[in-house]
């Protein structure tokens, strides 16, 4: 079992910054993909960006790409997403998730989910 609490959420202003984290405990993250969702009120949840167990791979979703920075210290058993130039139609609930030995980043793929941390971009 993995467990996964993200943290960093909270208000700001559009143009701004975020970092969120995500801590995992139970089994170390190095032998699980990573990935960060949203859900925006009203909205399925969708692919933020994901980092592969393998290393060096880090897709993202083209709304975030040159934006938001996925980065993981498995040594410290966490997962960290960077968003800058953040817009209004950036905010939603942002999920961690994992998928042990994983290269889909598919939401129906992750064996893991956190609770989320709320995210709100003011225009």
């Known amino acids: 079992q993995v467990q996964l609490v993200e943290s960093g959420g909270g208000l700001v202003q559009a143009g701004g910054s975020l970092k969120l984290s995500c801590a995992g405990s139970g089994r170390n993250i190095s032998s699980y993909s990573m990935a960060w969702f949203r859900q925006a009120q009203g909205k399925q949840r969708e692919f933020v960006a994901a980092?592969?167990?393998?290393?060096?791979?880090?897709p993202y979703a083209d709304s975030v790409k040159g934006r938001f920075t996925i980065s993981r210290d498995n040594a410290k058993n966490t997962v960290y997403l960077q968003m800058n130039s953040l817009k209004p139609e950036d905010t939603a609930v942002y999920y961690c998730?994992?998928?042990?030995?994983?290269?889909?980043?598919?939401?129906?793929?992750?064996?893991?989910w956190g609770r989320g941390t709320l995210v709100t971009v003011s225009s």
């Open positions: 980092t592969s167990w393998r290393g060096g791979i880090t």
């Open positions: 998730a994992a998928d042990f030995a994983g290269s889909t980043y598919s939401a129906q793929n992750m064996d893991y």
